[in-house]
């Protein structure tokens, strides 16, 4: 493990935003990440854990401490044949360090279904589970296995079953404070040799109308092409994709809104437990027919103009812009509609 010091965080985020880290490294295997686990414990040094940069706003100040970015390496499909032998499903163990829409594209390549809906978005492997990330009718705790973590104060390993991972909408347990203490070193998940086409997203639905038994290739096409509609281009753009979450609100609050705005769609969450029914709203919308913010910018600081749950950045905005306009829409939003918005972004600053 090679140890740096006072390194710019800028450049490994999609933000491009970010002062210098005290201490960094590279941790390109689960020993290395040991070994670093134990130098900030020596130390007495804040860890941060960093993978793609793609979900993080970090502090225009830098990191007092020391930033580990996880490369650790493994995918099974990588210059392999595609997987052979019986059964329906095929079970493959990737390192968190590996790029997520590289692992779907090869997925694909190699016929296997499951993560098809989840082309496109940035970040690493490792940071899937955290976030339990989600697209187009799909969310990855569908086809994740087992998770396993190193624990940053003691060094072992452990593995989570996906029932033990605890996933809920972009939340798991190691988002929670009983979790935050493991680091994610390689997901497995269990893919399908013989699936069928989710559709259940209406942009898919309406891409595939003339064509209702799509491929796989199809599949990941219309995703990709359908979010370069949607999303700026990370190589021209400082942004983190969507900023906030997608609000779930109680029945009672969907349907005043619904009374006041008639398009306003919703849907219904799965309950446990007697508790009451939720509704799972779209902030975009919200944003644009409600609230009037679509291409709202202040200074440096913008909503996508075709996407207005994203945040973009121009050159020479800083972290405390984008949290202060970020303050704004949320305010704005709980003003029109008595919603409170949940960021989606890890804010570091």
């Known amino acids: 493990m090679e140890l740096l010091k006072n390194v710019s965080l800028a450049e490994f985020t999609t933000f491009k935003i970010g002062g210098k880290a005290d201490y960094f490294c590279v941790a390109r295997s689960v020993a290395e990440l040991q070994e670093a686990f134990a130098f900030a414990r020596s130390c007495s040094l804040p860890l941060f854990i960093l993978g793609g940069g793609s979900n993080v706003l970090m502090r225009d100040d830098g990191f007092r401490g020391l930033v580990v970015k996880i490369e650790i390496k493994n995918s099974p499909l990588e210059g392999s044949t595609p997987p052979v032998g019986g059964g329906r499903d095929v079970c493959i ?23 098809e809906n989840l082309s496109g978005i940035p970040g690493t492997v490792g940071a899937a589970p955290i976030q339990n990330i989600g697209a187009y009718g799909s969310e990855v705790k569908e086809v994740i296995e087992w998770v396993e973590v190193l624990d940053k104060n003691t060094s072992a390993v452990r593995r989570f079953s996906r029932d033990e991972c605890e996933f809920g ?94 398009e306003f769609v919703g849907y219904q969450q799965p309950t446990t437990n007697n508790q009451p029914p939720t509704i799972k709203v779209s902030l975009a919308w919200i ?53 409170e918005i949940e960021r989606e972004v890890q804010n570091i600053c």
């Open 169 to 262: 909408y972009r939340d798991s347990i190691f988002k929670k404070p009983e979790g935050r203490d493991y680091i994610v070193t390689s997901v497995a998940f269990r893919l399908r040799k013989n699936g069928a086409p989710n559709l259940s997203y209406k942009d898919l639905a309406e891409y595939f109308a003339e064509k209702p038994d799509p491929s796989l290739v199809d599949i990941r096409r219309a995703v990709l092409e359908i979010r370069g509609r949607k999303f700026p281009d990370l190589k021209t753009h400082g942004t983190a994709g969507s900023f906030f979450k997608n609000p779930i609100i109680s029945q009672e609050k969907f349907d005043e809104l619904k009374k006041k705005y008639p």
């Open 287 to 339: 944003l644009d027919k409600i609230c009037g913010l679509n291409g709202y910018k202040i200074d440096k600081v913008a909503l996508w103009k075709n996407q207005p749950i994203v945040l973009v950045s121009q050159d020479g905005a800083g972290a405390k812009e984008i949290s202060a306009f970020a303050d704004d829409i949320a305010r704005i939003v709980k003003e029109k509609t008595g919603i």
């Open 93 to 115: 163990v990737v390192g968190a360090g590996e790029s997520w829409d590289a692992l779907v594209a090869e997925t694909v390549a190699h016929g296997l279904w499951g993560v």
